[in-house]
């Protein structure tokens, strides 16, 4: 587990299953993509409020949270896949089996969130502000933006894909 504090940090990891807690400040969270190119493993990002750029581009299946404020997340889509049910440590946790997806939460702000390669049964909400969300591809997947002027792209036809796509008022 990486810590950082209620200022702005820096926090550069080359880790793969990895927590890391930027709490609140102007976090840049940077996974070193020499270290975790390709990687299918599931990190877990927290970097609280403030305006936070976050880039986990080349790993995949991770969960990323960021409180209010102007945020830019790329990271990783991914197939769904099935495992057992782990701690960030790798050590068991539970009794069973849980599902693995891509899982983006964006507070209130004008977030800026990627999705490079493809994702399945992903996760993607914003709340009120001027929200873009860009994915290469996806399918049965929830992408849900608040109020504001938002806009969701693909480079692949979304609407056929089973996916639901929900936005709150906006102008």
């Known amino acids: 587990m990486i810590d950082g504090t209620s200022a702005a940090d820096l926090?550069?990891?080359?880790?793969?299953?990895?927590?890391?807690n930027g709490y609140g400040g102007n976090d840049t969270i940077q996974m070193d993509e020499s270290e975790t190119a390709g990687?299918?493993?599931h990190n877990f990002i927290y970097a609280g409020d403030g305006n936070n750029y976050i880039n986990n581009s080349t790993v995949e299946l991770s969960s990323i949270s960021a409180g209010s404020g102007n945020d830019t997340i790329i990271t990783g889509g991914g197939e769904k896949i099935h495992v057992w049910h782990q701690d960030a440590y790798g050590n068991d946790y539970g009794d069973g089996w849980i599902d693995w997806i891509t899982s983006i939460s964006a507070g209130a702000g004008d977030n800026q969130i990627s999705i490079t390669g493809y994702m399945t049964e992903g996760e993607i909400y914003a709340k009120d502000g001027n929200d873009r969300v860009s994915i290469e591809s996806s399918s049965k997947s929830l992408i849900d933006v608040g109020g504001g002027r938002n806009t969701v792209i693909a480079d692949k036809d979304l609407k056929n894909s089973e996916n639901t796509i929900t936005a709150g008022k906006g102008s």
């Not at 990891?13 to 890391?20: A, E, K, Y």
Request: no cysteine; net charge positive; hydrophobic share 40%.
């Open 39 to 41: 990687q299918q493993y």
């Open 11 to 20: 926090i550069i990891n080359s880790g793969v299953r990895v927590t890391i």
